[in-house]
């Protein structure tokens, strides 16, 4: 055990900052990443509630719908109710929000990798949420097919022109894979991705494999022209209407939630502490943990920043979204098998030897989400001086986490590539040290953490869930 001013560290490895489970009993069935993640508009009976027939895809209990208030957006809710085999009773819900441009499925991989059910074993009556544009939620504004034929062509070629030229980039790089080391093939990529934006390249070879998924993801595009929203949007809509929602249906005595957020989600859980600091509320959380999480990347070394090639030549082409899921369905075959020469994507997810293979698969073509332009122009004040801003760059929201009382449990991998222990501790290193508890998961000689096997590793069911439910169910008083 370590202390650093106030703050208490518990530290199982290595890291940046100052010093100071059983075989899945399910097949693994893959959707295509397209269909799963920009799911048509459907009907449901009436605005919102329990769907009384929910689809094959939703593994949880429930699949629940809660209307968000001034829009068109119906939120997915995952419901796992309390299943404990001793009866545990716990005294607050518990939410889970899902990282950038990923739905609910991985928090739910398999019967065997599933850390919903896992918490719902553990007495927790767990939610999770699919914010707007992510896994089954849904919208049903109606699209002006008149006024927005001309904004639909364009659309396509641009996206036309984005397949053509990102299928070309993999098959070059597929070429060069035996001359280039990891890191020119990171460099090269962070390069040219820009290109692919602004033109493309007629290619072939992995074309035809790329085009599948982009013709579905085109008979989507009235769905996208409704992808306009960034950060604050999920800050201060959507997550207020799912906690609301869950409140209503589980009726806490104090009308408080226990949280868990990962990556993306945790930001958010950050970013509402500090709200309600600057703002002087009393929080409707009992306690949050997160799970590879920061408001603050600029000290960092983290690869978040290869998203930021795709973010200015998007705005330039007017294109409202990066069809993320798309890329990595369409990259992932290149990247774990013969000759691996996108080696590199896979440690983005999980350690070597973390993730079965198939789990692994199954997450990176059914988790990953398109992912709105302006969203990641907002995300990106995460590698500026003080860290994430809200749109209008007026309020820095880690500048106020000093003002919550909120407990919190801050888990880091000590191999997460994308948001790095360091990163971590720059955020934690601001909340009064009593209210936060610091851990680190991975050992010097292994086993090691990436940014994903803090949710689903082989080995989280044994180290991480645990020490999560110590955490919560201290603080699940009344």
């Known amino acids: 055990m370590k202390h650093v001013g106030f703050l208490r560290l ?22 295509s990443a397209a269909k799963l993640n920009m799911r048509a508009v459907s009907s449901i009976a009436g605005a919102g509630g329990k769907v009384s027939d929910k689809p094959s895809i939703c593994t949880a209990d ?26 545990i009773k716990r ?7 899902s990282g950038l441009g990923t739905n609910a499925i991985g928090y739910d991989l398999a019967p065997g990798s599933s850390f919903a059910r896992f918490m719902s074993v553990q007495g927790f009556d767990t939610w999770i949420l699919e914010v707007r544009g992510a896994g089954l939620s849904e919208n049903d504004e109606a699209v002006n097919r ?25 098959n070059e790089a597929l070429a060069r894979a035996r001359q280039d080391s990891a890191a020119n093939q990171v460099r090269n990529w962070s390069q040219k991705l820009g290109n692919i934006f602004a033109g ?54 104090d009308d408080r939630l226990l949280a868990i957020g990962h990556s993306m989600g945790g930001i958010l859980l ?25 408001l603050d990347y600029s000290t960092s070394r983290s690869s978040l920043r290869l998203l930021l090639p795709l973010v200015d030549p998007a705005q330039a082409l007017s294109v409202p979204v990066v069809p993320l899921g798309a890329f990595m369905a369409a990259a992932f075959p290149l990247a774990s098998r013969p000759p691996y020469f996108l080696s590199w994507l896979n440690p ?27 969203l990641l122009v907002q995300l990106r004040t995460v590698f500026q001086e003080g860290g ?25 991998g000590d191999q997460d590539l994308i948001c790095p222990p360091e990163a971590v501790y720059e955020t934690v290193k601001l909340v009064p040290g009593r209210f936060v508890k610091f851990k680190v998961l991975g050992e010097p000689r292994g086993p090691h953490y990436a940014h994903y096997d803090l949710v689903g590793g082989r080995l989280a069911p044994k180290e991480v869930y645990p020490c999560i439910v110590e955490f919560l169910q201290h603080h699940d008083l009344t």
């Open 146 to 170: 008149s006024d927005d034929f001309l904004l639909r062509e364009k659309l396509k070629d641009a996206f036309v022109h984005i397949a053509e030229g990102f299928s070309n980039l993999l």
């Open 91 to 97: 005294n607050h819900p518990l939410l889970l929000l």
């Open 10 to 31: 518990e530290v199982r490895s290595p890291t940046h900052f100052p010093a100071g489970s059983p075989r899945p009993d399910a097949p693994v069935i893959v959707h």
């Open 348 to 374: 983005q997810v999980s350690a070597q030897n973390m993730m079965r293979p198939e789990m692994l698969e199954k997450l990176v073509l059914n988790n990953f989400c398109t992912i709105p332009a302006k």
């Open 200 to 253: 493309g390249q007629k290619s072939v070879g992995l074309q035809e494999q790329f085009s599948l998924l982009m013709d579905d993801f085109q008979k989507q595009l009235d769905l996208i022209l409704k992808y306009n929203w960034d950060f604050d949007h999920y800050l201060e809509e959507d997550v207020p209407a799912a906690m609301e929602y869950v409140r209503t249906q589980c009726k806490p005595k």
């Open 270 to 294: 950050y970013a509402m502490l500090s709200q309600n600091g600057y703002k002087g509320r009393h929080s409707e959380l009992a306690s949050i943990v997160t799970l590879g999480s920061s």
């Open 62 to 87: 429930e699949l629940h719908y809660v209307p968000v208030p001034d829009s068109h957006w119906r939120l997915a809710l995952w419901r796992y109710r309390p299943s404990s085999p001793v009866g």
């Open 388 to 412: 994430l801003r809200n749109r209008n760059e007026t309020f820095i929201y880690k500048h106020h986490l000093n003002k919550s009382k909120v407990p919190i449990l801050a888990l880091a």
